[in-house]
């Protein structure tokens, strides 16, 4: 009995020795580690009572339970001594100097990419044109069907698309399908609209081509609208935006939801380096696809063909700052590289 006792003693000068000797946290922390913790010595000290006999158990448990008490304080103390010493040190040291240079904050702007989307925006709100927000997730027959592809028609190999995992729902290729939505949602009335959104197409990346860029998608449907109105707008807003030296080509192609069909371009800086490379050695870069909207697509978006006429188009905006600032590679606008991006 006596020895039991005197051991939880020893136990007990022994820590508060120790802990007499600690003078940072990182000490305090490992002899709490010793003494009081989970497997500490007092743990195992107060797991001797059950070993014990019976009639010497409540001296043991009272005494063992003084320790503890006697222990814990102790370690409180100390932290208290620790703490104060830390803040005496601080205050001790010298004052804070003002004239240190603050941080300072670097001034964020717009990416360059939506200052041009805001400025045609613009241009087309002189015009009239409302916007119109569409989706950029989207199902097989607005990306497709509905603008007069139906499925295995040829023209869809002229998008390459992602497909999601969800069967017939895709990331638009185009901004197109929203001239379905806008139909849809006009109900019939005439319509001056442009969309402007980000499309996806699964194409090999090129100094022109990214696989996610913005376009302007353009629509105007109404009674008697025609195609000298088309090549009126367009012509009127590439001199709005690219000022009247610049020149602009408008040459027929091939759309499924327009009928005739063209496509424009406008002339690359004539003195620029990269002038053969960007432009295939033609001198022109295409900033759109445009034409007379197809009956089959006034008529998916619930007009009446015999009675009103439209035209669309659908334009790259980005490449038209590439254009209006001789960048010579579209991959620069989603790389983030602040040399780039400062620039605008
Ligand atoms: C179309 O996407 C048609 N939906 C345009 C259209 C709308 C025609 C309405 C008729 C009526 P196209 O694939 O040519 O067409 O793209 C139109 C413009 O988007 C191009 O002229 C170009 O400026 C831009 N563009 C196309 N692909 C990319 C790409 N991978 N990266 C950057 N810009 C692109």
């Known amino acids: ?13 022994r820590a508060l020795a120790e802990l007499a000797a600690c003078t940072d946290e990182g000490a305090l922390r490992a002899w709490h580690g010793r003494y009081l913790g989970d497997k500490g010595q007092l743990k195992a000290a107060l ?16 005494e063992a339970n003084r320790v503890k008490g006697s222990l814990s304080a102790a370690y409180e103390s100390a932290w208290e001594a620790v703490r104060e010493r830390a803040l005496t040190a601080e205050l001790e040291q010298p004052g804070i100097d003002v004239t240190l240079p603050g941080r300072t904050w670097r ?13 045609i925006c613009r241009i087309f709100a002189e015009m009239g044109f409302q916007v119109y927000r569409s989706r950029e997730v989207e199902t097989e ?3 497709f069907d509905y603008l007069n592809m139906p499925a295995h028609h040829p023209a869809r190999d ?20 929203g001239q379905i ?16 959104g980000m499309c996806y197409r699964n194409e090999a990346i090129s100094p022109r081509s990214e696989i996610q860029f913005y376009q302007i998608e353009g629509l105007v449907v109404g009674e008697g609208v025609t195609f000298a109105d088309l090549k009126g707008t367009i ?6 935006l690219f000022g009247p030296q610049r020149q602009v080509r408008i040459r027929g192609s091939y759309f499924p939801f327009t009928e005739p069909s063209i496509e424009v371009d406008i002339d690359w800086p004539a003195d620029d380096p990269n002038r053969e490379r960007l432009t295939k050695g033609t001198g022109w870069l295409e900033i759109m696809g445009a034409g007379m909207v197809h009956p089959k697509v006034l008529e998916a978006g619930g007009y009446d063909p015999r009675r009103v006429t439209g035209f669309a188009f659908g334009m790259g905006p980005q490449r038209m700052l590439m ?14 590289d602040l040399r780039f991006l400062q620039q605008f």
């Open 1 to 13: 009995m006596a020895t039991a006792l005197e051991e939880l003693r020893e136990l007990e000068a």
């Open 47 to 62: 797991a001797k009572l059950g070993t014990l006999a019976k009639e010497e158990k409540p001296a043991y448990g009272a």
């Open 107 to 119: 001034r964020g702007r717009l990416h360059p990419a939506t200052t041009i989307l805001r400025r």
């Open 141 to 143: 027959a607005y990306n």
């Open 158 to 177: 002229m998008w390459d698309t992602f497909f999601t995992t969800t069967p017939g729902v895709l990331l638009r290729t185009h901004t197109s399908p």
């Open 181 to 196: 939505h806008v139909m849809r949602a006009a109900g019939g009335r005439p319509i001056r609209a442009i969309l402007p």
């Open 235 to 240: 012509t009127s807003f590439a001199r709005r």
């Open 323 to 336: 254009l209006l600032h001789a960048i010579d590679d579209i991959r620069l606008f989603w790389q983030n």
